[in-house]
């Protein structure tokens, strides 16, 4: 098997979609705060929420077939064990925080007692009878997996600028459109 220096067009496109739809997720849910409840935007808001979630959900799962199938750049041989570690530390929990949050999404539409809408397009009816404090439970699981991601992406984005302007190994570069 060729040693792999780069990812590829499909993988980088998949990382800065799934960079978008976590923001843009992210965003909605504090755009509920605008209106006051009962307001038909708020449920607007939550189908958008709830379709892009499922987009999201994909394209998580897209990229780990495909990261199973083409596997990854190399880390830099300059990279010590400790650096090495957190890298891979780093990789495994933002793949568990990516998995993790739409399944948790979905679990939640389901003990909602609501449907699975993906932009009106179709809709999974729930499975579940409606159950308001497991939703709750799953709420709360899901809201501290979104506040992880952020904190886990954030210390990746700086981890990445670290290696561009600090080490200068062209670590970022691997991951940018084009290169």
Not at 5 to 31: C, P, R
Not at 50 to 60: E, W
Not at 61 to 78: F, H, K, Q, S, Y
Not at 110 to 139: C, E, H, Q, V
Request: net charge positive; hydrophobic share 55%.
């Amino acid at each position: 098997m060729a040693l792999i220096t780069t990812y590829n067009s499909t993988q980088k496109f998949l990382h800065w979609a799934l960079f978008a739809l976590v923001i843009l997720l992210y965003a909605l849910t504090y755009g509920e705060e605008f209106y006051s409840r009962g307001d038909p935007a708020v449920d607007a808001i939550w189908r958008l929420h709830i379709s892009f979630g499922l987009l999201l959900a994909a394209f998580v799962l897209w990229r780990v077939v495909l990261r199973g199938l083409r596997g990854t750049p190399g880390l830099p041989a300059e990279m010590s064990r400790l650096e090495q570690t957190a890298a891979k530390a780093g990789h495994v929990i933002l793949y568990g925080l990516l998995i993790a949050l739409p399944v948790l999404g979905i679990l939640l539409t389901w003990f909602r007692g609501d449907a699975l809408s993906f932009f009106g397009l179709f809709a999974i009816p729930s499975p579940f009878t409606p159950d308001k404090a497991t939703a709750r439970n799953i709420r709360e699981l899901h809201e501290l997996c979104a506040n992880g991601i952020l904190i886990a992406a954030g210390l990746h984005a700086l981890a990445a600028l670290y290696h561009h302007f600090v080490r200068r190994d062209g670590v970022l570069a691997r991951m940018l459109p084009g290169g």
